[in-house]
């Protein structure tokens, strides 16, 4: 039995903004029959307080950075849940990373710190009568853990994992002495980045090994396109950075027994979820495939490139039904288009029981990310009978088939693919993918080929097995 400990600034079913969350929260279940004992470190954020009732203290400080702190550990939804309750740190109104005004916390630097040191504090003492063999650590909220780590002179194997590099968490250089990082590492091969603390660098360059959550976006990431100026630092860590793919959690996301719909286990059966779904969107029905969209709205998501090819759609019979929430701009873009098109219905905002209707409902998933490090709607979408129109890009490169001459002839094609990610040629998949549904036979096809893809954690969870393995014995 090896013993991880994850380190992660969101978790399901206790808070998510991402699919970092989902992510982190399956991870455990998945790894299990690796032989791999996961124990989850998160923030205590009110949310997670509330679930965590009366798990037992197991470590008390004084003064974790600017205030007393305390460690809770015990079995929360389903979980082996360590606790950081630290309230001048978490317990206040808002998101994770946001006020309530949509703006950074001031104090994110060291709101993470903190979490990323009592990382290292487990791992290097243990807690609970259980110190772990390896510590992985998600994204730049825990990349200073193989640091504190190294300060404490503990050997302890640790894993950087990339969810998505387009976030550094960068600080002031003077907020080293509060943080109690070490002078030793402030320099160009460590975690400085031009005159800043970058705690992802930090995590990219101390930790054992780095991986990330598909294989293509494994090999962009050391380009200048996609490594958002850190490509230099992931190329230098050459064979030790890995692509792992991300499974969905098959118990939550089943068509067959999904409690938010009347579920379904072929795709005809997704006729009356879709049928539900145009009524609840109060969509005209029409000759074209009912596309929907659930996702941040962000420039990442690339749904400004959707609206632009949304005319052509909307002319050969398509829906199309977006759920998402994020940058202003973009959310007030697609209400202006649900008031101008009657086939188009936007509900801006973040709802989980919604976006398994409309997954559910829906003839196509449109996901048109200019980068996506894996991406789990398309995989969503597959599992049920949703046909991915996607980015030829990081982890939908790697999930999705596309329906070219060659796929259908051999029968294994799941959906569609388009680059550049221009509007011009999403506009040209979305004429595919009208072409397609214009062949019910076909279609459906494609669908029950999507719907017996594996999408689950099998191989993902042997391959972090054979990973955490090899640091222990190495
Ligand atoms: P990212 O983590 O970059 O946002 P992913 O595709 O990996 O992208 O994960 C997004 C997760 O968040 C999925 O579980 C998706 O269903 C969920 N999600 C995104 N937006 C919404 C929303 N508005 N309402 C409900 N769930 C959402
Ligand atoms: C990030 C990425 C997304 C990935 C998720 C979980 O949020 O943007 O592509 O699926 O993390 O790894």
Redesign the pocket.
């Known amino acids: 039995m090896i013993r991880v400990l994850s380190v992660a600034s969101e978790c399901v079913p206790l808070v998510?903004t991402?699919?970092?969350a989902?992510v982190v929260g399956a991870l455990p279940a998945a790894l299990a029959p690796e032989g791999i004992e996961m124990r989850v470190l998160v923030p205590g954020y009110r949310a997670v307080l509330a679930a965590a009732g009366d798990a037992a203290v197991v470590w008390r400080g004084a003064d974790l950075f600017g205030g007393p702190a305390r460690l809770l550990f015990g079995q929360i939804a389903g979980l082996s849940l360590y606790v950081l309750d630290a309230p001048h740190l978490f317990d206040r109104d808002g998101g994770p990373y946001l006020d309530a005004t949509g703006r950074d916390w001031s104090d994110n630097a060291t709101r993470f710190a903190a979490l990323s040191w009592i990382g290292a504090l487990i791992g290097a003492e243990g807690a609970a009568d259980w110190r772990p063999d390896v510590v992985q650590c998600h994204d730049w909220q825990a990349g200073l853990t193989p640091v504190y780590l190294k300060a404490r002179g503990v050997d302890l194997p640790s894993v950087m994992t990339v969810?998505?590099i387009a976030f550094h968490g960068l600080m002031p250089a003077e907020m080293m002495g509060p943080l109690a990082l070490p002078a030793w590492g402030f320099t160009p091969e460590g975690f400085e980045y031009w005159g800043q603390v970058s705690a992802l660098k930090a995590g990219l360059v101390h930790a054992w090994k780095v991986t990330t959550v598909s294989p293509t976006y494994a090999r962009e990431l050391s380009t200048p396109d996609y490594g958002e100026g850190l490509e230099g630092v992931i190329a230098a860590r050459g064979g030790d950075v890995i692509g792992i793919l991300?499974g969905i959690d098959p118990a939550l996301w089943d068509p067959a027994t999904d409690p938010h719909i009347a579920p379904y286990k072929q795709p005809r059966g997704k006729a009356k979820a879709r049928n539900a779904l145009l009524a609840e969107m109060d969509l005209p029905q029409g000759a074209g495939p009912l596309c929907v969209v659930?996702?941040?709205l962000s420039g990442?998501k690339g749904l400004d490139l959707l609206l632009e090819a949304l005319p052509g759609l909307l002319a050969r019979g398509g829906r199309l039904a977006l759920?998402?929430?994020g940058d202003p701009a973009l959310e007030q873009a697609w209400q202006a288009a649900a008031a101008q098109h009657p086939g188009v219905a936007v509900t801006i905002?973040?709802?989980?029981a919604?976006?398994h209707r409309m997954i559910a409902g829906g003839d196509a998933i449109v996901v048109p990310s200019r980068f996506?490090?894996?991406?789990?709607?398309q995989l969503?979408g597959l599992r049920y009978g949703t046909v991915p129109v996607v980015a030829r890009t990081g982890g939908l490169a790697d999930t999705v088939i596309d329906a070219n001459p060659a796929a259908l002839v051999a029968g294994v094609a799941t959906g569609v693919q388009f680059a550049p990610v221009t509007a011009r040629a999403l506009a040209t998949a979305l004429d595919r993918l009208c072409d397609l549904y214009a062949d019910p036979a076909g279609f459906a096809k494609i669908q029950r080929n999507g719907m017996r893809a594996a999408v689950g954690w099998g191989p993902s969870a042997a391959a972090y097995g054979a990973l955490f393995r090899g640091l222990v014995t190495a």
Do not use: A, I, M, W
């Not at 905002?349 to 989980?352: A, N, P, T, V």
């Not at 996506?372 to 709607?377: A, D, H, I, V, Y």
């Open positions: 998510k991402g699919g970092l989902d969810h998505n991300n659930v996702s941040r990442q759920l998402g929430s905002g973040y709802d989980e919604l976006s996506e490090p894996c991406g789990l709607t969503f």
